[in-house]
């Protein structure tokens, strides 16, 4: 028997199902009939709502994105915070979060680097303007001084994932490298 869902209940289960298919089995090979029986459905409703594998795959990591940011829009959103805090909550949250989110050893795994920059990209599109007006409100207030904003937010966002990729150190020593430089930029 055939069960009807809204819309938005329906979509959603897709893309849950999806990231969970597609950190399985690899984006090459999944397809969009193993995407459908994954999730019970046809693949026909599959593409009822994307048009094919790739619009699904991409909504799926925007939407995993949007969720591996929420922890740091919180303390962005948080202009008057002031910055030693944000920088101890947002190590914080680096410390009990980054390799606790479901699909981290998928975005991480050798041969999947492409993917895990397509993540990067979607990180930093969520990012960047609640860490935009959080500078904005600092520079406002004095205690930091830099020129545009948002440029200062995109440089600390690409730094940052740089470094927290850089395989050669630690990830204690990471998180020592980002807190340094982030201190002393933001001075």
Known sequence: MRVSKAPEIRRQELLDT???????KGYETTTMRDLARAAGVTAGLCYHYFQNKETLYRAA??????????????IFRQTDLPIPRAIAQAEAVWQE??????????????????????????????????LTAYLSRRKELGEIHIGDAGAAALFLLHGQLALAEASALTPD????????LLEKLLK
Do not use: D, K
């Not at 999806?18 to 399985?24: D, H, K, N």
């Not at 990591?61 to 919180?74: D, G, H, N």
């Not at 020593?173 to 340094?180: A, G, P, T, Y």
């Open 18 to 24: 999806a990231m969970a298919v597609f950190a399985e």
């Open 61 to 74: 990591v925007e939407q995993y994105a949007s969720r591996c940011a929420m922890p740091f829009l919180t």
């Open 97 to 130: 979060t980054m390799e606790h989110f479901p699909y981290h050893g998928y975005f991480h795994q050798t041969g999947n680097e492409m993917f895990h920059q397509q993540l990067n990209h979607f990180l930093i599109q969520e990012l960047l303007p609640a």
């Open 173 to 180: 020593r990471r998180l020592q490298e980002c807190r340094f």
